[in-house]
């Protein structure tokens, strides 16, 4: 597996992740079948794509990624979606992890560039 298909495959499964959470949050504590099915099924995707990017990216720069843009996006989900508020510290945190995820990938000798 190439380098790209590792990212593509981090991609999908960080995207699967993002409307797995959005589900989750719907779900109404797993009230609703129909989004808590979705949450179950998008987690179950979302890890296994996560499992193919393994086997080139190395654990901990793959769940960096995985959990920091995870979180970038579905805070802005939450925002345009649910109406989430976001202070400027939480923006401020928002703006850290997106700068530690471009370090990682642009600076770190861990990622075979």
Not at 14 to 31: H, M, N, P, Q, R
Not at 54 to 74: D, F, K, M
Given at each position: ?113
């Amino acid at each position: 597996m190439s380098l790209n298909q590792a990212y593509l495959y981090l991609a999908l499964a960080i995207v699967s992740e993002v409307i797995g959470t959005t589900a989750l949050k719907a779900s109404d504590s797993f009230t609703r079948p129909l989004p808590s099915l979705v949450t179950v099924g998008c987690y179950a995707l979302s890890f296994y794509l996560l499992s193919f990017s393994l086997r080139v990216l190395p654990t901990g720069i793959a769940y960096a990624i995985w959990s920091g843009v995870g979180i970038i996006l579905i805070s802005l989900v939450s925002w345009a979606v649910y109406k989430q508020a976001l202070d400027f510290a939480a923006i401020a945190g928002l703006a850290l992890i997106v700068a530690g995820v471009a370090v990682i990938n642009l600076f770190s000798k861990s990622v075979g560039h």
